[in-house]
């Protein structure tokens, strides 16, 4: 496997740079050629459809992607777009795992199956919409924000719903016990939930405040002047700034994998944890005092980690991603009206649900509420172990099961690219959409 390594890393990066040059000149999003491109690879017999070490790396590719989001966000945007986004995740997580659902069953299959699609369909992969999103210069927008909220909102109820489907589907196969839908298990990962969002809510707000000079003259507990106490000796910005902020874009990686860490013991994707540790850092940070005269390493920082992870470890993730297609012409044939009508209903399902949360619970414009429904059709993480639980680890669903769901993920994961690009054009007013007398894009 070893000797391998270097041969596929080759080939990955060489498919990197076809993907960028593909996407330059036809004005097409490269995430999209990079799935395409690994499905390829694997089909042909050049790329593994798993590599412990690709895979780990790809990992770190989506955690510096999602950090490097995070870091070009603005918190207060996300603050405020989190209290609208609770409709979009709800509806936005319930309508797919509907559409799974009695998709399973339309086509006869059993009870633990139609639990098994309906998972599948649940849980958001909001790391391929942000990249879409960023190659579109959309990144910063308000629906981009809903979007990454919603998302985390997501992701916490897919979690719940994950610990407690998934033993209700293995004990009544007869792989667990019928006692094994514990309750105690359940309440332990809503614990961990809201620790995970205390323990990130503390170092966001008191380890990494917005400025020392606004808390001069205010009145604090012993607990927060200690954090005060431990800021001013080894805090953030005395990290970022040593050595006149050589080693700045070293200190901000160590950050992101540490939230990532922190994200990943709570039970919650590393990326997520890495999208808090840029969310929190701030301008201020990055400003030192070099021969008397104030300068900023923000921008150099920003391009170092900007180019890791969009140009060389994101970019790994998504080929990996392709490679978990692979084509059996006689599996696929026999699968192929389950994978399009499973795609279409979840598609239908997702946009609407999704885009009419935004619209009525969030309060958004149609022309955004419309690009958050597309945002949000993305699948990857989640979904994944859930196959995995399924079919490798518990054999609950057969072979063809697992083609109609991996092909189904492959399918929505490139509309995701394809459809904010065509959307595009209509949030930013260059074209206009009515119907029903109804104007959906921006006037």
Same mark, same amino acid.
């Given at each position: 496997?070893?000797?391998?390594l270097?041969?596929?890393?080759?080939?990955?990066?060489?498919?990197?740079?076809?993907?960028?040059?593909?996407?330059?000149? %036809?004005?097409?999003?490269?995430?999209?050629?990079l799935?395409?491109? $690994?499905?390829?690879g694997v089909?042909?017999?050049i790329?593994?459809?798993?590599?412990?070490?690709?895979?780990?790396?790809?990992?770190?590719?989506?955690?510096?992607?999602?950090f490097?989001? $995070?870091?070009?966000?603005d918190?207060?945007?996300?603050?405020?777009?989190?209290?609208?986004?609770?409709?979009?995740?709800?509806?936005?997580?319930?309508?797919?795992?509907?559409?799974?659902?009695?998709?399973?069953?339309?086509?006869?299959?059993?009870?633990?199956?139609?639990?098994?699609?309906?998972?599948?369909?649940?849980?958001?992969?909001?790391?391929?919409?942000?990249?879409? *999103?960023?190659?579109? +210069?959309?990144?910063?927008?308000?629906?981009?924000t809903?979007?990454?909220?919603?998302?985390?909102?997501?992701?916490?109820?897919?979690?719940?719903?994950?610990?407690?489907?998934?033993?209700?589907?293995?004990?009544?196969?007869?792989?667990?016990?019928?006692?094994?839908?514990?309750i105690?298990?359940?309440?332990?990962v809503?614990v961990?939930?809201?620790?995970?969002?205390?323990?990130?809510g503390?170092?966001? *707000?008191?380890?990494?405040?917005?400025?020392?000079k606004k808390e001069k003259?205010?009145?604090?507990?012993?607990?927060?002047?200690?954090?005060v106490?431990?800021?001013?000796?080894?805090?953030?910005?005395? @990290?970022?700034?040593?050595?006149?902020g050589?080693? %700045?874009?070293?200190?901000? @990686?160590?950050?992101?994998l540490?939230?990532?860490?922190?994200?990943?013991?709570?039970?919650?994707?590393?990326?997520?944890?890495?999208?808090f540790?840029?969310?929190?850092?701030?301008?201020e940070?990055?400003?030192?005092?070099?021969n008397?005269?104030?300068?900023?390493?923000?921008?150099?920082?920003?391009?170092?980690?900007?180019h890791?992870?969009?140009?060389?470890?994101? /970019?790994?993730?998504f080929?990996m991603l392709?490679?978990?297609?692979?084509?059996?012409?006689?599996?696929?044939?026999?699968?192929?009206?389950?994978?399009?009508?499973?795609?279409?209903?979840?598609?239908?399902?997702?946009?609407?649900?999704?885009?009419?949360?935004?619209?009525?619970?969030? +309060?958004?414009?149609?022309?955004?509420?419309?690009?958050?429904?597309?945002?949000?059709?993305?699948?990857?993480?989640?979904?994944?172990?859930?196959?995995?639980?399924a079919?490798?680890q518990n054999?609950?669903?057969?072979?063809?099961?697992?083609?109609?769901?991996?092909?189904?993920?492959?399918?929505l994961?490139?509309?995701?690219?394809?459809?904010?690009k065509?959307?595009? /054009?209509?949030?930013?007013?260059? +074209?206009?959409? +009515?119907i029903?007398?109804?104007?959906?894009?921006k006037?």
């Amino acid at each position: 496997m070893h000797h391998n390594l270097w041969f596929y890393s080759a080939i990955i990066l060489l498919f990197v740079v076809i993907s960028k040059l593909i996407s330059a000149k %036809t004005s097409t999003v490269d995430v999209l050629w990079l799935i395409i491109l $690994g499905s390829f690879g694997v089909n042909l017999g050049i790329l593994p459809q798993e590599h412990i070490i690709l895979d780990a790396i790809g990992e770190w590719g989506i955690v510096f992607v999602m950090f490097a989001l $995070g870091f070009d966000e603005d918190i207060n945007h996300f603050v405020q777009g989190l209290k609208r986004s609770m409709g979009i995740a709800t509806l936005g997580a319930i309508f797919p795992f509907i559409a799974g659902f009695y998709t399973a069953g339309l086509f006869g299959f059993d009870f633990n199956s139609q639990m098994i699609w309906g998972l599948t369909m649940t849980a958001t992969a909001v790391s391929l919409t942000m990249v879409s *999103l960023r190659e579109e +210069k959309l990144h910063k927008t308000t629906a981009s924000t809903a979007i990454m909220t919603a998302a985390v909102v997501d992701d916490i109820l897919s979690l719940i719903g994950l610990s407690i489907l998934i033993p209700i589907v293995l004990s009544s196969t007869g792989v667990a016990e019928a006692n094994s839908v514990d309750i105690n298990q359940i309440m332990m990962v809503i614990v961990k939930v809201i620790i995970f969002f205390a323990v990130i809510g503390f170092i966001g *707000l008191v380890l990494f405040p917005d400025s020392l000079k606004k808390e001069k003259d205010k009145k604090h507990g012993l607990f927060f002047s200690m954090a005060v106490l431990i800021r001013r000796i080894t805090g953030i910005k005395k @990290l970022l700034i040593t050595h006149n902020g050589k080693f %700045t874009p070293l200190i901000m @990686l160590f950050l992101a994998l540490s939230f990532g860490a922190i994200a990943d013991f709570f039970g919650f994707h590393p990326a997520i944890g890495a999208y808090f540790a840029g969310l929190f850092l701030k301008g201020e940070y990055f400003t030192v005092t070099v021969n008397n005269e104030l300068k900023s390493h923000k921008d150099e920082a920003r391009l170092v980690i900007n180019h890791l992870a969009f140009t060389i470890f994101g /970019p790994i993730f998504f080929v990996m991603l392709g490679t978990k297609l692979l084509f059996d012409i006689q599996i696929l044939s026999n699968v192929l009206v389950p994978i399009v009508v499973l795609f279409i209903s979840v598609l239908i399902l997702q946009v609407l649900s999704a885009s009419l949360a935004a619209r009525f619970t969030g +309060k958004y414009e149609w022309y955004q509420s419309i690009m958050i429904g597309l945002g949000m059709l993305g699948r990857a993480e989640l979904a994944f172990i859930v196959i995995n639980i399924a079919y490798t680890q518990n054999h609950i669903i057969d072979i063809e099961q697992f083609y109609i769901l991996i092909a189904t993920l492959f399918l929505l994961n490139i509309t995701v690219p394809t459809a904010i690009k065509w959307w595009k /054009p209509y949030y930013l007013g260059d +074209k206009q959409l +009515k119907i029903f007398g109804v104007i959906l894009s921006k006037d």
